[in-house]
């Protein structure tokens, strides 16, 4: 192994700190400078393989210090795998991946984002917020009306991978503007739906908004990553979703203000067409925006981790979904996030379709204040993400603040499921809000969780597959709790996810905290992930009796 000058010292790459380098007599950065076995070196200076560049020291652009050189052992001392000054595979990264250096328009991308995912979600529930009035207005049953709900979760399960490898092949940018497209497009096609009989147009409409979900749900964690630096990951993630969340709270407020019940269905199709008409011309607006102010990645790299990222892709492309799926399958943490992650979210989406339903069924004529009970569940549960995505940026304890995030959840959900059917409303705002800031807080966490477990896979598919378990989780728990609820009352429905999400924090408490990203974003020769140190050492008993050599300022 090479033993570095202890008196050089590692630089964060910034242009300053080239250009010195290149300033400095003793250190030659002409373009003849190769780690190419042809030319020949000092004689002192040892070609054998154990001798490489710590991946953190970056000389002149011409002289490779790709930190892909030391991240995987496949690539560890083989020149082919090199990137040379004029290849095309950094056409698609950043410019310089030594120089890291966070862009000032990551805030406006991400508010863009969470804006169009707002939107979104409000459409999503709509129509669960005032489901005995949509029921008088088409004169369809409440499992019709369910299913309007339910469209987006059952949409995402066949879209994902096909959605994924778009991410990949073409980019955020791309990903962004079909999924805003799809927005504005499926809440115009609504605006035909003003009639009794067309409840299938409505349906239409609602499926079109749903298949622009699939394009929304997986980017909130890979948006942190390409935009923001690695103490700001987590709180961007949190940002991300909580556009998301933030639609569903004013989906549950706007619609039984601008939609009364009355039994008029004349007026009660022009109150819908306000809704509808209001919704199309946010979608469009924020489609708009996407296209003028949506960039695909920024200049620079804006941490080590994704500067890494940035060097595998160029230097081991792997563009097999499958084997991508084999891997994180093969991750026993991260398949027990996924389980755990689905059956909490399962949770979040049942209760969220099946509240105004419950809240009537003890209640009556309460409409208004249903969706108030469902806008408090997910304000708090937006603080609850704001302050547990900002507490993991600062302490990094991801499985610590899970498990207490997921205890608390069930400890939550007890709590109100006791308390719902006592005769006092401002009980249940007060038990809901409880809840919502530990059931709708765990949803950021869990997207930062699952790219720590799976660094450097992608993002995209990593959150994906969490999405896909949250909407078959949801897809059962809607169905069988609001059977539950027809048979038996809401006491023992809500019992019912109790067991459930139970089951989920003792499987949480499983996962081990592998936190791999962390750990490329501290990466030294002396600390990579356990599969590299594994390979490590088997290179080291190999070399182990080959001389080491010293380099010095003079040698390079």
Not at 48 to 66: C, I, L, R, T
Not at 177 to 185: D, E, H, I, P, Q
Not at 250 to 269: E, R, T, W
Not at 418 to 442: A, D, K
């Amino acid at each position: 192994m090479v033993n570095e000058d202890s008196n050089l010292e590692e630089h964060d790459g910034t242009p300053e700190e080239e250009f010195a380098l290149r300033e400095d007599p003793s250190i030659s950065a002409h373009p003849s400078v190769s780690a190419h076995p042809s030319i020949p070196a000092d004689p002192t200076v040892s070609a054998h393989p154990s001798v490489s560049v710590h991946p953190s020291v970056s000389f002149h652009p011409s002289v490779s210090a790709n930190p892909s050189s030391s991240a995987l052992p496949s690539t560890l001392a083989q020149t082919g795998d090199l990137a040379q000054p004029g290849s095309s595979s950094s056409s698609s990264s950043p410019e310089d991946l030594s120089v890291i250096k966070v862009s000032k328009r990551r805030w406006l991308v991400v508010l863009v984002f969470s804006s169009y995912s707002m939107c979104n979600a409000f459409q999503w529930i709509q129509y669960g917020s005032i489901n005995n009035i949509f029921m008088n207005f088409y004169g369809v049953s409440a499992f019709a009306i369910d299913w309007l709900s339910m469209c987006y979760m059952l949409t995402y399960i066949p879209l994902l991978l096909p959605v994924a490898w778009l991410l990949e092949k073409f980019g955020l940018r791309t990903i962004a503007l079909t999924g805003s497209a799809l927005n504005c497009l499926g809440a115009w096609v609504k605006l035909g739906s003003l009639k009794p009989h067309l409840f299938p147009v409505t349906v239409l409409g609602q499926v079109i908004c749903s298949v622009a979900q699939v394009f929304i749900l997986g980017m909130p964690s890979r948006i942190a990553s390409v935009w923001f630096g690695a103490d700001e990951v987590s709180t961007a993630c949190s940002i991300a979703v909580f556009g998301n969340q933030l639609g569903i709270a004013i989906g549950f407020l706007i619609p039984p203000v601008l939609v009364p019940n009355i039994k008029d269905q004349d007026k009660l199709a022009y109150h819908i067409s306000i809704m509808f008409f209001i919704i199309g011309g946010v979608a469009a607006l924020l489609f708009i925006l996407v296209i003028f102010v949506f960039k695909e990645k920024p200049k620079y790299a804006p941490s080590r981790a994704q500067s890494l990222s940035y060097s595998l892709a160029q230097s081991v492309p792997d563009t097999s979904y499958l084997n991508v799926i084999v891997r994180l399958f093969k991750n026993l943490n991260f398949v027990l996030l996924v389980i755990t992650y689905g059956l909490n979210a399962g949770a979040f989406y049942a209760l969220s379709t099946l509240l105004n339903r419950m809240v009537i069924l003890h209640y009556p004529g309460e409409e208004v204040n249903a969706g108030r009970i469902g806008l408090t569940i997910v304000i708090a549960g937006m603080l609850g993400a704001m302050i547990s995505g900002i507490w993991l940026d600062k302490s990094k304890t991801y499985k610590e603040t899970t498990l207490v995030v997921y205890i608390m959840t069930v400890v939550g959900m007890v709590v109100y499921t006791m308390t719902l059917n006592l005769g006092h409303l401002w009980v249940v705002f007060i038990t809901s809000g409880t809840m919502g800031f530990f059931m709708t807080g765990y949803l950021p966490l869990g997207f930062e969780f699952a790219v720590e477990l799976t660094y450097p896979e992608s993002e995209g598919m990593s959150s994906g597959l969490l999405n896909v378990s949250a909407q078959v989780f949801g897809i059962i728990f809607t169905i069988s709790q609001g059977q539950i609820i027809d048979n038996y009352g809401t006491t023992p429905g809500n019992i019912f996810l109790c067991v459930f999400l139970t089951l989920g924090a003792a499987l949480t408490a499983l996962i081990k905290a592998d936190l791999r990203r962390q750990k490329a974003n501290r990466e030294t020769p002396e600390n990579k992930l356990p599969e590299e140190e594994e390979e490590e050492e088997k290179v080291e008993k190999v070399t182990s009796k080959a001389p080491t050599t010293t380099v010095s300022e003079e040698h390079l």
